[in-house]
């Protein structure tokens, strides 16, 4: 049976059929669609160097301070890619109506443009520690998005991995993880707005396939929680 309250305020119990929000634990469902891709050969072993055809502009995810250690999927999964989400606040959004997409967030994210000539940021990394070491584990959830967005050119240039027409990184992971586990009652929130009454009443607007930011049933901004792109955008 269920243990617990639902809302301690109210003291409402919590029963079987709450609807809860699973929050990071969703970053299990990125990793094991990228496993199950590298499993079909779709996309390389989680330690080789990542093909740009899968990255935001077709370019190399290196570290400049770090040349010789390309970032891996692996690197990705673990948070030791040494990317970090310093510049996250630059895209916080408190509407629904003034998103952007997953993809188009990673990109503005990591590339930058001059001239008609696309570079990767050097902003985006932390300093120090070679990307896969010890020392350079920093949980920063861009390493997650990045991870989604590869996902999600993956199955776009393998349209054979997915039976239905909706080539996104959600769509994959409904049919493929989802589904065949029977978890029916496993949602996204949507691009709208729209999402399931919450077994509690304290978190507000936070739409897992856009960029917004957290704030509570009252309409306050939480500063103190970590702004962040979703991990899926249809």
Do not use: C, W
């Not at 054979?160 to 949602?187: C, F, H, N, W």
């Not at 897992?208 to 309409?219: F, N, P, Q």
């Amino acid at each position: 049976g269920a243990f617990g309250f639902a809302d301690r305020t109210n003291g409402n119990a919590m029963m079987l059929d709450n609807i809860v929000r699973v929050n990071t634990l969703s970053e299990t469902l990125v990793v094991a669609a990228a496993l199950r891709l590298v499993a079909a050969s779709v996309l390389p072993s989680i330690d080789s160097t990542i093909p740009t055809t899968y990255l935001p502009q077709q370019v190399s995810l290196i570290n400049p301070a770090h040349a010789t250690t390309p970032i891996t999927l692996r690197m990705l999964m673990t948070h030791t890619s040494t990317l970090s989400d310093a510049s996250f606040e630059t895209a916080r959004r408190t509407s629904p109506t003034a998103v952007v997409d997953l993809r188009s967030f990673v990109t503005s994210y990591m590339v930058t443009s001059s001239g008609g000539v696309n570079t990767l940021s050097t902003s985006i990394f932390t300093a120090g520690a070679t990307p896969g070491s010890t020392a350079a584990y920093n949980y920063a959830r861009i390493n997650t998005a990045v991870l989604t967005f590869i996902i999600e050119m993956a199955v776009i240039a393998n349209p054979g991995q997915i039976t239905g027409t909706t080539y996104t990184a959600l769509a994959y992971v409904r049919e493929k993880i989802l589904s065949p586990l029977g978890m029916s009652d496993t949602v996204t929130m949507t691009t709208t707005g729209g999402f399931p009454t919450l077994s509690y009443p304290t978190l507000g607007d936070a739409y897992s396939e856009r960029v917004v930011e957290d704030r509570s049933s009252a309409g306050t901004t939480l500063t103190s929680r970590t702004l962040h792109p979703a991990y899926f955008s249809d």
